[in-house]
Structure formats: structure tokens, C-alpha cells
């Protein structure tokens, strides 16, 4: 038995922001039933994909560096000192 979240969207909802959807299934993993007339006619489950180490250094690998380090900036706060004597 599985404890996977399960909603439900209208077809409506699924045209509208599948992108979200999309998200929520994949990262979210829930599983979504869509809904057309008030009738289940789909369900989306994300596919359980097991990485294996390789694939994991071919990632890191690809994208190692690809944000250069920037030097440490400080930011430097003025403030006015305000006279408030009546």
C-alpha cells in the first residue's frame, strides 16, 4: 500500500496551469485525478525514477562552475542622524 496524497482537478484547471500541476505531482508527489464533468477520467502519478551515482556526477559535472563565485560586497548603510527636540 502506497501513502501518496491524492487531489482532484477539473480538465479546466489542468488546461490552465499544467506547469503547476506538472510541479506538484513531480516534486510534490501527489497524485492528481482530473475531472471532466464531475467524472474521473485521468489520473497523473509521478514515475519513481532511482538515480544512480554516475548519473549524479554527470550532473554535477555539467553544471559545476556554471555560477561563477562573486567577492564578498558590503553594503554599506547611511543613515542621517535627525534632530527631533521640539
Known sequence: MHNMKTTTVSSTDLKRDTAGILNSVIYGGIEAVVERYGEAVAKIVPIKKERKK???IKIIDKYYGAI????EVHKMRYSRKRDVSW
Open 68 to 71: 561563477p563565485d562573486f567577492p
Open 54 to 56: 554516475r548519473d549524479w
